[in-house]
């Protein structure tokens, strides 16, 4: 099913072409001229104070990335804000972003976090973490090569799957959104305000649609809502009485709603 999506990051987009249901090429519309600017005086400022300074998080990932060969943690910053502003087009799953860079005669294709990427275009984000997952470009002439490099990237893509009677319910993670698929049937499950949380979308979704069969931890009487923290009531993620008893000394016995395994037993 092709997916149409009208605003990233509330951002207005045009989708220029779809390259698969699953990837699309798109412009950012209306893009304010100062973003850029706005976001490099943003992380100027955070650098320089105490609270939700990230330079410890970026330095951790030059450091480990070794990024230090390529350029400071401010020419960074400004490579990755170019990409995220500049570009002339963009490309994606839903999971990941290949920003296309003009330079001269040739584009530099970038390979963005979906969820990062979406961060930098929000204005006084922290920049904690690059949105770009690598500093090594690739560097295109034709539109040819650039959708041949996106669509080997972007084809990946990350899917759970959720048995239920010898066969599976499909659930994607694209747009910030949840993508659910069970044979023709399809659902969407959107976390962002003022909706429901996605464990109780998600509860609805399996009685409303009669896939109470499916096995997964939010169907299991070992299961339980978390009774403290930021989580209470949330079945999201919950706690397991099978791993408590066995690992009693584990202090966070959490698991995820749509995992499973063996000692799986129906709420009946």
Known sequence: MRIHVGKIAGKEIEILDYLSDDIFTFKIKKL?????EESWDSYQKR???????????????????KYDKIGTQDELIKINLNHVFDSEFYITNGQKIISVLKNDDSYILGLHDYNFFTGYLIPHISMNKFSLESFRFKSCEIMEQIESFATGILSHISIQRIPIEN???????????????????????????????IDTQFEKLLIESGLKQAKCCINCKNFK????GH????????????????LPDLKYPITFMWNWCQSFERIK
């Open 225 to 228: 809502s978390i009774t403290a």
């Open 32 to 36: 304010d001229l100062k973003a850029k």
């Open 47 to 65: 650098i320089n104070q105490d609270f939700n300074n990230p330079t410890k998080s970026l330095e951790n990932e030059i450091h480990f990335k």
């Open 167 to 197: 066969n599976f319910i499909e659930i994607k993670n694209a747009f910030k959104k949840y993508f659910v698929q069970y044979q023709k049937d399809f659902f969407i499950i959107d976390p962002s305000y003022p909706n429901k949380s």
């Open 231 to 246: 989580l209470t009531n949330s079945k999201f993620n919950g706690k397991c009485d099978i791993i408590k008893e066995k």
